[in-house]
């Protein structure tokens, strides 16, 4: 994880910036002002935890706050591609905090962002995030209904705790929310919006990337995380209260439920048959199919006892974590740096890519010549021609960058996460390439020498062949003279 923090002074009227200083140089975009449709809702998710985690909550219906027109989604997982900075950028808005406590802001975002990558998959894949703090500037101190219902406080972006009646529904006006982070983050995955109130709650706004948290509660951070599996990963609740007792939908679309047992999973190869009996250090294990969820007891099934996503302060459960590490791929590219595709590369010549460096197992890199895996080569960053062992002239080189960590199972994620890219890579035809390894470099010097003093074949090169002298040396200093041919 990297930090970054861009300050945004904005006047409550609008969206005015009366100063913009930020730690690189970005041009605030145009934001539209903000106009609710009266007509729509939107819906969210809040779920909290009783005093020993366990969560309820659930979707609610409230007033959309979004400028219409406006698309919903962020630039990120939308299925476009590996973004061009190649982070997942986590972006942090603040609510409720005058311009004097802009140090608070900055103690409670990174608080959060520091405990955000307290459960795998988030461990593992730190390194692929970047949290940029934007610091907005409030008029007053504190949000609305805070703690009571009927409090009014004038602040940027309208938090409000007992959204729609709910006490602990802390909402947000999303297009408020959205400017400040566009306008003051380089790039913009996954916003964070938290309220100036040590009082528990939070809200999940799958459909636009944002959720909320309290800046000052010691469970804010779980909330949040939790949020992130619904906004990341698409995931369900696994909780079993709330809705009907007997699930009757259709399968659902989410990672972690399925109507299926087990037993149906496995014969039909469906949903997370590949984890079924699956126990890794790090998760909610094992992986079976547990009855209940979805906000019902009976009828739908989840992956594990009790994940994150039915209790905080858990673990999230195998299936759960391989859709969030695809996710973050959809973001993130194995290769972080590499020359452009199609390069080509004379003798002598050194390739160097920069893979993407998760905690732990390191990402694989393979280097493959006419389709074939070079296995002397296999977890080189820089290469040359006689790493590859090519023979002479212009050959094509594709390297490979693969995440093999057992938490991916399905075949269908693992192809999608590879990246890879293909060069020109010219060998060496050389004659004073002892070695032949189609470089000429010191180590054919070395290859001679060894060979004319050991009398062998490799330190002959001239005639009379089996007599070793002057002529050979010269032989030889003459070919390396002559390079590549
Ligand atoms: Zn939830």
Same mark, same amino acid.
């Given at each position: ?136 500037? @409030?008029?007053? @101190? ?85 949020? $992130?599996?619904? @906004? ?32 149906? $999973? ?42 994150? $996503? ?12 391989e859709k969030l590490i695809r996710e973050f791929y959809r973001e993130v590219s194995p290769i972080d740096a590499a020359p452009a595709n199609n390069l080509a590369f004379g003798i002598g010549d050194t390739v160097s890519i920069v893979p993407m460096r998760p905690n732990g197992q390191p990402l694989t890199i393979e280097w493959l010549v006419n389709g074939s895996v070079v296995q002397a080569a296999v977890g080189m960053e820089t290469v040359s021609a006689g790493d590859l062992g090519l023979s002479e002239g212009l050959q094509s080189v594709r390297v490979r960058v693969r995440d093999d960590i057992s ?79």
């Amino acid at each position: 994880m990297t930090k970054t923090t861009i300050l945004f002074l904005a006047g409550v009227a609008g969206l005015s910036v009366s100063a913009f200083a930020a730690a690189r140089s970005v041009e605030p975009r145009a934001t539209p002002e903000p106009a609710p449709h009266k007509n729509r809702m939107a819906v969210v998710h809040g779920c909290w935890g009783d005093a020993q985690g366990h969560l309820s909550g659930g979707m609610f219906e409230i007033p959309e706050t979004l400028t219409p027109g406006e698309p919903t989604g962020l630039d990120g997982f939308t299925g476009r591609g590996f973004d061009s900075d190649n982070r997942v950028d986590l972006v942090i808005v603040g609510d409720g905090y005058t311009a004097s406590e802009m140090g608070q802001f900055q103690l409670d975002a990174m608080s959060i962002a520091d405990d955000f990558f307290r459960y795998e998959p988030f461990i593992r894949y730190e390194p692929y995030f970047r949290v940029t703090t934007v610091e907005v500037v @409030s008029n007053q @101190s504190g949000v609305d209904n805070d703690p009571n219902p009927g409090i009014s406080r004038d602040t940027a972006m309208d938090m409000q705790y007992w959204c729609g009646g709910t006490e602990r529904l802390l909402c947000v006006n999303v297009s408020k929310a959205r400017g400040f982070a566009f306008a003051g983050a380089p790039d913009v995955d996954q916003i964070l919006a938290i309220a100036n109130s040590s009082k528990y709650g939070g809200a999940g706004y799958s459909s636009n990337d944002l959720g909320t948290a309290a800046g000052q509660n010691a469970s804010a951070v779980e909330i949040a995380i939790h949020e $992130m599996g619904h @906004s990341l990963g698409d995931l369900a609740d696994e909780y079993t209260y709330g809705g009907p007792t007997n699930y009757s939908g259709g399968e659902p679309n989410a990672a972690n439920l399925s109507l299926l047992t087990a037993s149906q $999973m496995a014969s039909q190869e469906s949903k997370w048959h590949e984890w079924l009996g699956a126990s890794i250090a790090g998760f909610d294990n094992p992986v079976s199919t547990f009855e209940g969820g979805g906000y019902s007891a009976n009828g739908i099934y989840r992956p594990s006892n009790n994940s994150m $996503m039915r209790s905080l302060s858990r673990r999230f459960n195998l299936p759960s974590a391989e859709k969030l590490i695809r996710e973050f791929y959809r973001e993130v590219s194995p290769i972080d740096a590499a020359p452009a595709n199609n390069l080509a590369f004379g003798i002598g010549d050194t390739v160097s890519i920069v893979p993407m460096r998760p905690n732990g197992q390191p990402l694989t890199i393979e280097w493959l010549v006419n389709g074939s895996v070079v296995q002397a080569a296999v977890g080189m960053e820089t290469v040359s021609a006689g790493d590859l062992g090519l023979s002479e002239g212009l050959q094509s080189v594709r390297v490979r960058v693969r995440d093999d960590i057992s938490w991916i199972r399905s075949p269908g994620i693992q192809a999608a996460i590879e990246d890879s890219r293909t060069y020109f890579v010219e060998g060496c035809g050389a004659y004073a390439d002892i070695n032949r390894d189609h470089v000429l470099d010191l180590s054919d010097i070395t290859a001679f020498v060894d060979g004319f003093i050991s009398g062998q074949p490799t330190g002959d090169l001239a005639a009379p062949f089996g007599v070793f002298d002057l002529a050979d040396i010269a032989a030889f200093v003459g070919a390396f003279s002559a390079g590549c041919i």
